[in-house]
């Protein structure tokens, strides 16, 4: 029968096509009266459903053919004019609309990655890009952060000796560590990629959610101060209007973007019309997206707030955690042995999730660590999720 038929020819194909942790315990926790500070889900209570709501009525009756017909594969024009003109050195023939980052990283993957080839990425990185990699087979080099990211000597060594194919960076509170890399470390990072002409894959999801102060440019505006063309950049409307909408764009050199356009052509031929019009429609004026995206940051620093005193009232002392300036995520780090997976077994006995640190760590590391979300956490669940995930972690370290 097929199972048998699949199972004897095609299971060393899919050997890399493994599940996302993140997106496993989701399913898990949709249970009530269970607690979870797994997935980095943006606020609900903050997504803009009303003018949702009206934007959308307002395009399918104006333009409803087109909104509803097929559409060219890189994307709606204003929109991809939109994102270029916040980019600098770029136009909308180096924007390419797709439907989320996560689709981004698999593109980028299925043009850039061979069997065997060499993959940089930060120790830890986001799960999620691993999960996209690894279909086409690369090798990691893991490269480790220290407090605001990368470490310039461990990464030139790196360079130096693998000359991997591309190098994955989150300058901007990366998933799951929450650092926020400094100028001066962004500034040499992009010289060093292009003195070893290493292509930057650069992840900014989280670029708007700074608690306080101003945004520091890119490395792709770094790149393109230095002359451009080694910086690919993904960003993504998931956190600051709604991920359900799966609108996020590629920007990057125009060649690397025609060949993206051509992967998508094979992947799902464009991203939904309607949401790309919506989206445009939203962030079009100007004065309601910078109010809406200040909402926001509010709202995150107040639960992170919440979190970072829940911690220090429920955790074992031996407990690190980072304390983050802006993005979702706590990330904390057990004494060396406590293992987070046993952890999050004992956790799921009190009806509370978070994800275990290990699937983030290409390099297997990490079984002492762990990442926190309260960017859809209620005051209440947050107290209540961090008692029980106290009551756990104690009885695992052996204290009363
Ligand atoms: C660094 C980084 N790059 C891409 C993504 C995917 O965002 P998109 O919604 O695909 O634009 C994300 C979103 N990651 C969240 C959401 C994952 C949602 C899920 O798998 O349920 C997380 O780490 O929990 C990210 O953090």
Redesign the pocket.
């Given at each position: 029968n097929l199972e048998s038929y699949y199972q004897s020819r095609f299971a060393a194909r899919t050997r890399r096509i493994q599940a996302?942790t993140?997106?496993e315990i989701?399913k898990l926790t949709q249970e009530p009266g269970f607690i979870s500070f797994?997935?980095?889900?943006p606020a609900a209570d903050l997504f803009p459903t009303q003018r949702i709501a009206e934007a959308t009525q307002r395009i399918l009756l104006e333009h409803g053919p087109q909104a509803l017909q097929y559409s060219t594969t890189e994307g709606y024009p204003p929109l991809r004019e939109w994102i270029a003109s916040r980019m600098p050195g770029a136009s909308p023939e180096n924007v390419q609309i797709v439907?989320?980052?996560?689709?981004?990283?698999d593109l980028f993957g299925k043009v850039f990655i061979d069997p065997g080839s060499k993959v940089l990425v930060e120790a830890p990185t986001?799960?999620?890009?691993l999960s996209a990699f690894n279909p086409y087979e690369p090798r990691y080099i893991s490269v480790s952060m220290d407090e605001e990211g990368l470490r310039l000597d461990e990464l030139e060594a790196a360079l130096e000796a693998h000359r991997p194919r591309f190098m994955y960076v989150?300058p901007t509170f990366?998933?799951?560590s929450g650092r926020l890399m400094g100028l001066e470390r962004r500034k040499a990072i992009v010289e060093l990629a292009r003195k070893y002409q290493t292509p930057i894959l650069e992840?900014d999801?989280?670029a708007e959610l700074y608690f306080s102060g101003q945004p520091l440019p890119t490395l792709y505006a770094l790149d393109q101060a230095l002359g451009g063309g080694n910086v690919v950049y993904?960003?993504?409307?998931?956190?600051t209007l709604a991920?359900g909408l799966?609108?996020?764009w590629v920007v990057g050199p125009k060649p690397v973007i025609q060949k993206i356009v051509y992967a998508k052509q094979g992947a799902d031929l464009h991203s939904p019309t309607l949401n790309q019009m919506l989206v445009y429609e939203l962030v079009r004026d100007e004065g309601w997206y910078r109010a809406q995206i200040e909402r926001i940051r509010q709202a995150y620093q107040t639960r992170c707030n919440w979190m970072l005193s829940a911690l220090q009232k429920y955790m074992p002392e031996d407990m690190g955690w980072i304390v983050p300036q802006g993005g979702?995520?706590f990330w904390l780090t057990a004494p060396e042995g406590l293992d987070s997976l046993e952890l999050l077994k004992q956790a799921i006995e009190e009806k509370m999730a978070f994800?275990p640190g290990q699937p983030f760590f290409a390099d297997g590391s990490g079984k002492n660590t762990l990442?926190l979300?309260y960017s859809s956490a209620t005051r209440e669940q947050i107290e209540e999720g961090l008692r029980r995930l106290g009551r756990a972690a104690h009885r695992m370290l052996g204290r009363a």
């Open positions: 996302s993140i997106r989701l797994a997935g980095g889900l439907s989320g980052s996560q689709q981004g990283l986001y799960l999620g890009a989150l990366q998933n799951p992840d999801a989280y993904l960003s993504t409307t998931s956190k991920p799966r609108v996020a979702m995520f994800v990442r979300s």
